[in-house]
């Protein structure tokens, strides 16, 4: 029997309880093994619209919801009896007249009347959005045709709730088409299951096994399958290095994948997948076998950018030890005091990573002439020289002692040309360092798909921004934005958004603007909450966790997120023997977690006391005050349907800003 799963089954499956869960797989198996089995005690559902539709009896309260025609089975849908019974009642499954694609069609009689009637209420009060867009315009969005005039009545205050009744790719492309970008008509096809469309949606199966590898792990269903929107970026052929930008959830990591897949589609080339650590590499690695098959694995690479450095750098040039930031602090204050120059260690330390071991400045008059790339302190050419004195020191007692730097490793590999790849797909590019850009810049600038970047300068905390151009890679006219955010709640993202401008702006001085920018579904408004103390602070945080078990959140999928490590211990040992995710924000990058709670957002903890007392002068607390917010924003980002936010009084600026939008 060819058994298929609907994106709508997993997500119903996955608001029961853990027992309950537990259940409805073993249902699952029980079709699968025999579909005549007694004991689910399958019934046609008397009142459906849509003569396939059954349930089938999981215990006394659960019921699947299945579509049993030509065969197959699909596994539609599961939740309580009445609920179970309600849904089929008011769905249907149909192929759609002109993409050809397989549906889950809502009922349009079924929707209740008073929703109807606050659309047509809404379309006399504000302008509709798609009055004048053609029946065919509209179904080549995937548009049902008995909801075309419903349709046409959306507005702003009306599209979302609209898009909600639709099959999801027709409800993106709404969105997509009222955030200013024209949605790119679905394509046609014979096989209603094979359609892109459908092929997002649905999932086959041909034994248990693979039915119970599905069933017990994540749908992966964003990291898996691209909207029509996002194939642009993967199919193609850019003539220089390219860049993919969106805010948090609109899918970057997705294209990035695809990008890497597709161009591993060459036999003969050698595609290198990467981000700027182990950890986030790891998750690439373990979500690109869903996009790529065995042959194109081969051909990809997916490694940390500074581990594969290093890797090729000993291949190269052999063992060397690497220079951490107390031996470089320490060998840079002996060289200034042998030296006789008198410098702020902090300011020395910077000059050197940021400018001199960054950018390879090989000699005093390049650094005299080296215009202050993402530096905003202005310096005399005597002091340059005084300083360069200090670094020419340094560099030499590095050398003599048999140390390098991270940067110099990018250096030295660039110099020594024969990069062992022709594309390179980097995601969360915005945090790359200048020597890794010189290096990929270098070994790839010029050629046909050579670079392509994914990321958001939004969420840049680990590295300090500058202008790409100067490191060899042009992005101009090669950049495109997401709009359409695809993991975060409406009402996480509205709330989160607002703590970053309306425009971002780069080192270089390009823009990158926010607005635009919508969800695909709803979710219940973010908790934000200021205590007296920790105490009390924490008990609050157990009955907000308490409740997500309630409503059958499962405890890895909910995460606790600190700004410092030793706030990180204290929580932990306040919540006992409660097993969620509990981490610094850092660690938090790229992750994604049903439920998120961030707490201590203290006056004190955020933005990070210690950072600002460290800053020397007015560019650099502007640098620090922007990376705290994104750290913050990165955290609130990490959460899909639930966002609980609270610190002990007096609480963070950033905190006040948020509760008093």
């Not at 996955?14 to 689910?40: H, R, S």
């Not at 919801?65 to 008011?90: I, M, N, Q, S």
């Not at 590095?398 to 660039?414: P, V």
């Not at 919508?518 to 009955?543: I, K």
């Amino acid at each position: 029997m060819t058994t298929r799963i609907a994106d709508t089954f997993t997500d119903s499956l996955a608001k029961l309880t853990a027992q309950e869960q537990k259940a409805v797989k073993t249902a699952a198996f029980d079709l699968q093994m025999n579909p005549a089995n007694p004991g689910l005690q399958m019934h046609r559902v008397d009142r459906a619209r849509d003569p396939y539709f059954w349930t089938a009896r999981v215990n006394r309260d659960i019921r699947l919801v299945l579509h049993k025609k030509d065969g197959a089975t699909l596994l539609a849908w599961v939740g309580h009896h009445d609920d179970a019974y309600r849904w089929a009642e008011t769905r249907r499954i149909d192929t759609h007249p002109r993409t050809g694609a397989a549906q889950i069609v809502e009922i349009r009689e079924t929707v209740e009347e008073v929703i109807i009637q606050r659309y047509v209420e809404e379309a006399v009060r504000l302008p509709r959005l798609f009055a004048d867009e053609s029946d065919d315009t509209l179904l080549s969005w995937g548009v049902p045709e008995d909801w075309l005039d419903t349709v046409r009545e959306a507005t702003e205050e009306t599209v979302l709730d609209i898009a909600g009744h639709l099959p999801a790719e027709a409800g993106e492309a709404l969105i997509q088409a009222a955030t200013g970008t024209r949605p790119t008509p679905s394509p046609s096809s014979a096989d209603p299951y094979a359609h892109p469309d459908a092929a997002r949606r649905f999932r086959v199966f041909e034994n248990v096994e693979e039915l119970q590898a599905a069933l017990d792990a994540p749908w992966e269903k964003w990291s898996v399958f691209l909207h029509p929107a996002q194939v642009e970026y993967v199919t193609r052929d850019f003539s220089g290095p390219a860049r993919v930008v969106g805010s948090a959830g609109t899918g970057k990591t997705v294209v990035a994948l695809h990008r890497a897949a597709r161009l591993a589609e060459v036999p003969e080339k050698r595609v290198l997948l990467t981000t700027f650590n182990r950890k986030l590499a790891d998750r690439l690695r373990e979500k690109l076998p869903l996009v790529a098959g065995l042959d194109k694995l081969d051909r990809v690479c997916v490694e940390a950018l500074g581990s594969l450095i290093l890797r090729l750098h000993v291949q190269h040039f052999g063992n060397h030890e690497l220079a951490d930031e107390s031996t470089l602090r320490h060998f840079l204050e002996e060289a200034a005091a042998s030296c006789s120059v008198q410098v702020d260690p902090d300011f020395l330390f910077d000059e050197w990573s940021l400018i001199v071991d960054a950018w390879d400045v090989p000699d005093m008059d390049t650094y005299r002439d080296l215009p202050r790339l993402g530096r905003k302190v202005r310096m005399a050419t005597s002091r340059r020289d005084a300083l360069w004195m200090v670094f020419e020191a340094t560099r030499e007692r590095l050398q003599a002692e048999g140390y390098t730097t991270e940067a110099q490793m990018a250096h030295d590999l660039r110099r020594h040309g024969n990069f062992p790849f022709d594309h390179v797909v980097v995601d969360e590019a915005q945090d790359i360092s200048v020597a890794e850009l010189l290096l990929l810049g270098s070994a790839l600038g010029e050629a046909k798909n050579g670079l392509f970047f994914a990321g958001d300068i939004g969420q840049r905390i680990f590295r300090a921004p500058f202008p790409w151009s100067a490191a060899g890679v042009s992005i101009r006219g090669r950049s495109r934005s997401l709009k359409v955010n695809y993991r975060t709640s409406h009402q996480i993202r509205v709330r989160s958004d607002t703590l970053l401008p309306e425009i971002l702006v780069e080192a270089d001085g390009s823009e990158d603007s926010r607005t635009g920018v919508t969800s695909v579904f709803d979710g219940p408004p973010p908790e934000m909450a200021a205590f007296c103390d920790r105490d009390e602070e924490v008990s609050a945080l157990r009955t907000w966790l308490a409740g997500l078990t309630e409503l059958g959140v499962p405890s890895d999928e909910i995460a606790v997120l600190v700004r410092r490590e030793q706030l990180k211990e204290q929580i932990c040992a306040s919540l006992g023997d409660n097993t969620v995710n509990t981490m610094v924000m850092h660690d938090a990058k790229g992750a994604e977690f049903r439920a998120v709670a961030i707490v201590a957002l203290d006056h004190d903890v955020l933005p990070d006391e210690r950072r600002i007392m460290a800053a020397r002068d007015e560019a650099q607390l502007d640098e620090v005050m922007a990376t705290e917010r994104h750290l913050l924003y990165v955290a609130a980002t990490r959460a899909r349907d639930y966002l609980w936010m609270s610190g002990v009084t007096p609480v963070s600026e950033f905190f006040s800003d948020l509760v008093s939008k």
